[in-house]
């Protein structure tokens, strides 16, 4: 009996203790908490103090009894630091909730032990580590959001432990591996989402099993395999599901009526094929469908005209074909329908044009033929989207489309649509844009002045007016001057308009592109276009416009392309031009300009083309054309030029069109022209010129086509590089030239043998005569074949292909992005987020739009500073920038291929070894551009895979300048608080902050490493105790065939000599490059020659063993 007392004064005694202690407890550990994170408005500091019951604190909630805390909510409350791991010391705590701050490290691990806990959100902060197998033993867990971190690892089948899970979310972040088939297990489960993240591997068909889930999103994956569905007898309540931008394959299943309450089915941006499930009409309850950007083809099954809930349905991009079924017209709640880049035919059907809740009707680029109803815009109240370009649409535009007084945008753009312009837009007066190009329109009868344009005063929000390519044949009214104050894009080219250019044209002040190209218009360029301050492209160009250059287009500071070729223009060019700052691309061909080229000229330090050519300028070429190091075209063809070719030519690296035809040069081609290492294309004929073609011209890797004819050059004509498949045509009409593969040109003497040179001398005299006779007649057809191909070649597709830097408007960003819709998400980096656009000239671009905060901020400023003055073919180009209070965004070159880490990595895509080879000498001779290509070195600082991107035909492209570093002439290295990824970084960045040249060389010995082996750096085998680097050591020289990625090779049998030596030789190489010490490292430029001619002994080695 007194054993027992004893017992239960213990128990109460013990009970008394916790019960007193406790409070103080927790309060010890809220106050630990706060002692590590900063909080910049001091809201915890003043709050969170022993005067105050701790219970009564800011976002505190203690139970009742125990006054114990139950809930700690600091939601969006600017807090920073790290969460201090005696939090889970919080016995009783229930509900966590730290959301929307800026905390950072790991996760401390016990949380997770707790017992109690049911709720934990620490979504959209900085947190990192892996997510550790722990996390899985809370019992009580309900809902775990940590989405919008940096959390790394993968997600562990233990899950399917966590039995009441009822909501997993951890999108936006960077886990990896499969997704654990036992998330079907948790049968509470009504969310999950992992979108955003490095998934792969195939989806467990068990998760759409789990009888309570509603939404699944796996959306921004690396997931592969099919959509599979398994226990098709029963039925499921899921109401969303998102499978976008993916690799997921095969067809779209047929058992897709199981989830009878799906209202969102996204399956876009995979490579689905097949047909649209013939039985889609069975998601009777299915609001939202999109599989844009698959492989999808046959006809939309008309089943979709009994989905009557059906609110968005979006097809683009697929092969689908056939008639559009007239029962889309029963779907009474459609708001948008969007079936744009497909091969549907046929007519549109009128009931369409009925459904008065459609906002988007979109079916551009089809083959639609028939007339639009002329009833179109009577039944559409709410339509504010018509786009119906590239197909082949006609009748007339019918004048009731002006009854949608809601439109927002009218893309009837390349159709057959006949008959004059509505005179009636104006009653849109809501109108944005206006597009109406390629098509057979024309102005009112019996009215010079283009009538439209009258009613158009009245769309006082238009910003694009788009008209041209038509057979308007009209006069430009002087109401132009009362258009929209917004418009930024007014283009007419090629629509017959005569007359002059009003000069109420200079009031139209945010004009971004103004184009008149292409017309008969006459008399003098208005000065009044100086006033469009913002004016960024302006083309005049085939015009017969007459008088000289108007000083006042020098106030357009921040023009880029200024076009005024093939019209009758005279006088000089203006020394002011030199002002123009952000001039980029300057066209004059085909005038009457006369005097000299203004030295200012070589001063516009951004200026990629220049087009002077067919004109009568005079005078030499000044040293410092030297100074344009951004060149990439320079025409200067059929004029008055004298003197010498400048030396300084050869400072041009980025130069890949040079054109000095048909003028005066005298003296001798200079050797320097062999250091214009990106040149393509040199035309040199038709001067004075004397002396040899430089040796230094062989060593001209892109160079392909060259012209040195009509001249009075001698000696040999060489034989490597260019020279060995160009034709005799090239050096036709110079009589000292000799050649010995040329049959029209005598061969060049052996000087090592005089009894051999006297033969060849009376070979000559006999042999010359006869190639004059020849070759006169080659000149002569050659002049006239060169006179006909002049234009074309001065107009040269590619060269118009350069890439421009000017200013684009934040709107037409957001319309080149759909309003950055998730649909053209391409991928979400720390600094921001990319995404596919199409911008108002149609070229499909990457646009790189940065989070706005102030060190991001600098990152834009720093990488539009390295764009600026680095370019090379294998660096990814910049088209344009956009930078205001809303956004700071590049918009760079398009790479359908994607990156390299995709195809080293994902399982559906193969490079063998040359591939790879190639890949990588691209990405060398980029990184050599960036440290020896100027005076002042730059330095990538984050190379890796992921920014190296593949264009059509697989040629690399080195990307993302964000973190790169500019490093003055002679000073080797610099310190710096920029890292960039781990796995790929030098040890001298983490150790000392040391940024050099001989940083980037490691990381390219690691990626070089990586794309033999198959390897990340990063990946699970390697840890501190063994890197990458270490493991290949251990195989070198003598196993590498052991560690080498099979994919290399397409069946196992093709591994012979060549690709031992081939692999060898690289491995070395790529030890080389990633030594610890970096001035142990090679340079580039060696890494360069090597990786050349580790790849021309292999092609030489499989050549002979063919």
């Known amino acids: 009996m007194a054993k027992l007392f004893s017992v239960y004064l213990v128990l109460i005694f013990s009970g008394y203790f916790q019960v007193s202690v406790s409070d103080s407890s927790d309060e010890f550990v809220l106050l630990d908490f706060r002692n590590l994170v900063t909080n ?356 007339e535009i019918p004048v009731s489309v002006t009854n949608a007084s809601k439109l927002k945008e009218l893309e009837l753009s390349y159709n057959f649509f006949t008959g004059s312009v509505p005179y009636n837009l104006g009653n849109l007066r809501d109108l944005l844009f206006l597009n109406l190009a390629g098509n057979r329109l024309t102005n009112q009868p019996k009215n010079p002045e283009l009538g439209f344009m009258h009613s158009l005063v009245e769309c006082r929000m238009l910003q694009f007016l788009i008209v041209g390519n038509n057979p308007l044949n009209g006069i430009l009214p002087d109401s132009i001057q009362n258009l929209s104050s917004s418009i930024e894009m007014f283009n007419i080219e090629n629509g017959q308009i005569y007359g002059q250019i009003p000069t109420g044209i200079g009031n139209m002040s945010s004009m971004l592109t103004l184009v008149l190209n292409g017309n008969n218009l006459t008399r003098n360029i208005p000065s009044e276009i100086g006033y469009l301050k913002q004016l960024q492209r302006l083309y005049l160009s085939n015009n017969k416009l007459e008088g000289h250059i108007p000083v006042e287009l020098c106030n357009l500071v921040d023009v880029g392309d200024m076009i005024l070729s093939e019209n009758n223009l005279s006088g000089s060019i203006p020394e002011c031009i030199g002002n123009l700052s952000r001039l980029q691309k300057l066209m004059l061909g085909y005038n009457r300009m006369t005097s000299i080229l203004p030295l200012s000229l070589w001063e516009v330090k951004n200026l990629l083309f220049l087009n002077v050519s067919q004109n009568s300028i005079q005078g030499e070429l000044p040293l410092e054309i030297g100074k344009m190091g951004t060149l990439e075209g320079l025409d200067l063809s059929s004029n008055k030029l004298s003197g010498q070719i400048p030396s300084a030519f050869g400072d041009l690296k980025t130069l890949r069109y040079l054109s000095l035809s048909n003028n005066s040069f005298e003296g001798s081609i200079p050797s320097s022209l062999g250091n214009l290492i990106s040149l393509e294309f040199l035309d040199l004929s038709s001067n004075v010129l004397s002396g040899t073609i430089p040796n230094s011209l062989e060593r001209l890797l892109y160079l392909r086509e060259i012209n040195v004819s009509n001249n009075n050059l001698e000696g040999a004509i060489p034989t490597g590089g260019v020279f060995a498949n160009s034709s005799s045509k090239s050096y036709l009409g110079n009589r000292g030239l000799c050649s010995m593969a040329l049959l029209e040109f005598p061969q060049c003497a052996n000087t090592s043998s005089p009894r051999g040179s006297r033969s060849k001398t009376r070979i000559l005299r006999i042999t010359i005569p006869i190639t004059i006779s020849m070759g006169l007649i080659f000149v002569t057809l050659s002049f006239w074949v060169l006179y006909r191909r002049k234009k074309e070649r001065l107009e040269d597709p590619e060269l118009s292909e350069i890439p421009t830097h000017q200013m684009v408007s934040y709107r037409e960003i957001v319309k080149a992005t759909d309003n950055f819709s998730e649909n053209n998400l391409l991928g979400v980096g720390s600094s921001g987020s990319v995404f596919k656009g199409i911008l108002s000239d149609r070229n499909l671009v990457a646009i790189k739009v940065l989070n706005l905060d102030e060190e991001i901020c600098k990152r834009f400023d720093a990488e539009c500073e390295v764009m600026r003055r680095v370019r090379h073919r294998n660096l990814v180009k910049v088209i344009t920038t956009c930078s205001n209070e809303y956004v700071r965004a590049i918009v760079l070159q398009y790479m359908p291929n994607g990156n390299l880490d995709n195809w080293l990595h994902r399982q559906d895509y193969r490079l063998d070894l040359l591939q790879r080879i190639d890949i990588m000498l691209d990405v060398a001779m980029a990184i050599e551009y960036l440290h020896h290509g100027y005076d002042d070195q730059v330095v990538h600082c984050d190379l890796k895979p992921a920014n190296v991107l593949l264009d059509a035909d697989m040629v690399a492209h080195v990307s993302d300048f964000g973190i790169s570093k500019i490093l003055a002439h002679g000073k080797p290295n610099t310190q710096t608080n920029t890292l960039g990824t781990i796995g790929y970084l030098a040890p001298e960045y983490g150790s000392q902050g040391i940024v050099s040249a001989a940083g980037d060389i490691y990381s390219f010995g690691i990626m070089l490493l990586e794309a033999l082996t198959g390897n990340r750096p990063t990946d699970e085998i390697f840890s501190e105790n063994l890197s990458l680097k270490q493991w290949v050591t251990a195989y070198y020289p003598n196993s590498l065939m052991e560690i080498t990625d099979s994919k290399v090779f397409q069946e196992e049998n093709e591994v012979n000599t060549g690709h031992k030596i081939c692999i060898s030789s690289a491995i070395e190489l790529a030890l080389d490059c990633s030594k610890e010490a970096p001035e142990e490292r090679i340079n580039m430029k060696e890494a360069v020659i090597r990786l050349a001619n580790i790849r021309k002994k292999f092609l030489e080695t499989n050549k002979t063993q063919v």
Not at 74 to 98: K, Q
């Open 40 to 395: 910049p408005d001091n809201i915890l500091t003043y709050n969170w103090t022993k005067s105050t019951f701790f219970c009564n604190w800011i976002g505190v909630t203690c139970s009742p009894g125990r006054q114990r805390v139950m809930a700690l909510k600091l939601p969006n409350m600017n807090l920073e630091g790290t969460i201090s791991p005696s939090i889970a010391n919080l016995y009783f705590l229930v509900e966590l909730d730290m959301s929307n701050n800026s905390f950072q490290g790991n996760i401390p691990l016990d949380l997770f032990r707790n017992q109690k806990l049911e709720i934990m959100s620490l979504a959209y902060n900085k947190f990192s580590g892996d997510l550790w197998r722990d996390i899985w033993n809370a019992p009580q867990l309900r809902i775990l959001n940590l989405s919008r971190n940096s959390l790394s690892g993968s997600i562990h089948s233990s899950i399917g432990n966590v039995s009441k899970l009822e909501r997993l979310i951890l999108y936006e972040n960077i886990i990896g591996g499969s997704i654990p088939g036992e998330i079907g297990n948790l049968s509470s489960l009504m969310e999950l989402d992992l979108s955003r993240n490095r998934f792969t591997g195939s989806i467990p068909p068990s998760i759409f099993n789990v009888s309570s889930l509603l939404a699944v999103n796996l959306s921004n994956n690396s997931l592969s395999g099919g959509f599979l569905l398994t226990r098709e007898d029963n039925f499921l309540d899921i109401e969303d599901i998102d499978l976008s931008h993916n690799q997921l394959i095969g067809e779209i299943p047929s058992s897709l009526c199981r989830f009878r309450g799906l209202k969102s089915l996204d399956l876009s941006y995979n490579d689905f094929t097949g047909q649209i499930t013939r039985n889609i009409g069975c998601l009777s309850e299915l609001e939202k469908f999109y599989v844009t950007e698959n492989k999808i083809d046959g006809t939309i099954p008309p089943s979709i005209g009994n989905i009557s809930s059906l609110q968005f349905l979006g097809c683009v991009k697929n092969s689908i074909s056939g008639d559009i079924p007239e029962e889309l017209g029963k779907l009474f709640n459609l708001q948008m329908l969007g079936f744009d880049f497909n091969n549907l035919t046929g007519e549109i059907p009128p009931a369409i044009f009925n459904l008065s809740s459609l906002v988007y009707i979109a079916f551009t680029d089809n083959n639609l033929s028939g007339r639009i109803p002329a009833t179109l815009g009577l039944q559409l109240p709410n339509l504010e989207g018509i786009y119906l370009a590239d197909n082949m649409l006609e009748g």
